[in-house]
């Protein structure tokens, strides 16, 4: 079955699925919350997960979608504008030859220390691929315009082991997070007073156990 | 109706007109233009009130019109639910992107079983990944998947990867996929 097909019969039935009694669905904040990317990860995907299982839902969560699109002052989501300077400062990382490799768990970073142009967040410390410092602290550089950054660790299985939001350009990893043998990747988010996101690439990053 | 004896200033009139084109051609390829049209005559009466009450909302700006039409849509979001009557259409979306021809009896019980098994795989799936491949049978680009979730696109295409295999190894055993149904 090819995913047209899988994605045909789905809709079909995405369409005919509304609960008869809406009290199981998400509250509309939440739904709010999921377009707006606010709140735990998990609490979002568990809204996504009925959202896209639920015809009612899912066309509620479209129409604040399309308000939420309009009100960052185009119709493209502001996601889509970090995307495009994530994929363009990605660009410029080939083009520079610094070795990015097509596994993506093993993707270079540019200098820390000179930056990289076209609008990508750029990390510090630590370098790409060493180990947590000692300190437990991760830092970048400012965004101008950035009112908020939010960091996020992913394990190898690409679960978040730690996300935190602060207006400064360092933070410390609590000793409560317990590294394992395995390989992560930490990365950053910038969000700016006009309502628009940077982000870093991800930077490998070896536990502390 | 009377003719609005006091409307709202013309460049706030302006910041509303773009903010309704925009948010009109977004939703219109979701079948909800009914909706939004709703949603912006209840943002102008909510500003037109505002002005009435006072507040200074000649200097607002786009975001003040923003929260303005969120907290409308979660009124009629609210409003409709209390209602218990069909939310929003849901066959519109669905009529936007599967344009078939009717099916026959058969075809339509046929139809049903496997969309009832697919449904099942799906249920099947680990939590991290079902949201995600639930969003992409439901039409929506990786990209935008990424996006909405905060997540690398190399995040999402494995996340993705990994959950359109499991579900067609899931689709496998109850006899849909390659060999099996069509």
């Known amino acids: ?209 | 109706m009377a003719t609005d004896p006091d409307p709202i200033s013309p460049a706030l009139e302006g910041l509303l007109a773009r903010f309704g084109e925009t948010v009109r051609r977004v939703a219109q390829r979701h079948g909800l233009a009914g909706e939004v049209d709703d949603v912006l005559q209840e943002v102008r009466i909510r500003l037109w009130r505002a002005r009435a009450s006072g507040e200074r909302i000649e200097s607002a700006n786009a975001s003040y019109v923003y929260r303005t039409a969120v907290t409308a849509a979660l009124d009629l979001i609210r409003r409709r639910r209390a209602r218990k009557e069909d939310p929003m259409d849901p066959t519109t979306f669905a009529a936007q992107t599967t344009a078939t021809a009717d099916p026959t009896p058969a075809q339509a019980v046929e139809s049903s079983e496997t969309m009832r098994q697919v449904e099942e795989a799906v249920e099947g799936l680990s939590p991290t990944r079902r949201p995600v491949v639930r969003m992409y049978l439901a039409g929506y680009r990786q990209e935008e998947i990424a996006g909405l979730l905060g997540w690398s696109e190399p995040k999402t295409r494995n996340l993705l990867y990994r959950g359109l295999a499991d579900l067609r190894g899931r689709l496998g055993a109850l006899g849909i996929g390659p060999g099996g149904a069509p």
């Open chain 1, 1 to 209: 079955m090819t995913d047209e097909r899988l994605q045909r019969i789905y809709a079909d039935g995405l369409a005919r699925r509304a609960p008869a009694d809406r009290a199981v669905c998400p509250a509309p904040e939440a739904l709010l919350a999921l377009v707006e990317r606010e709140g735990p990860e998990a609490t979002r995907l568990d809204t996504l997960d009925h959202v896209m299982g639920c015809g009612a839902c899912r066309d509620e969560f479209e129409l604040l979608r399309a308000v939420a699109g309009a009100g960052r002052g185009d119709a493209r989501p502001a996601w889509r504008r970090w995307a495009g300077w994530a994929a363009l400062a990605a660009a410029i990382t080939v083009v520079a030859g610094v070795g990015l490799v097509a596994r993506w768990g093993d993707r270079a970073e540019p200098d820390p220390l000179r930056g990289v142009s076209g609008g990508a967040l750029v990390l510090v410390t630590p370098p790409d691929g060493d180990r947590l410092p000692a300190d437990r602290t991760l830092r970048w550089r400012a965004e101008p315009g950035a009112v908020r950054y939010t960091i996020e660790i992913l394990d190898a299985g690409d679960l978040a082991v730690y996300a935190i939001a602060t207006p400064d350009t360092v933070i410390t990893v609590p000793d409560s997070v317990v590294f394992g043998r395995g390989d992560y990747r930490w990365w950053v988010r910038a969000r700016k007073a006009d309502g628009s996101e940077a982000a870093s690439p991800l930077r490998r990053l070896r536990g502390r156990p």
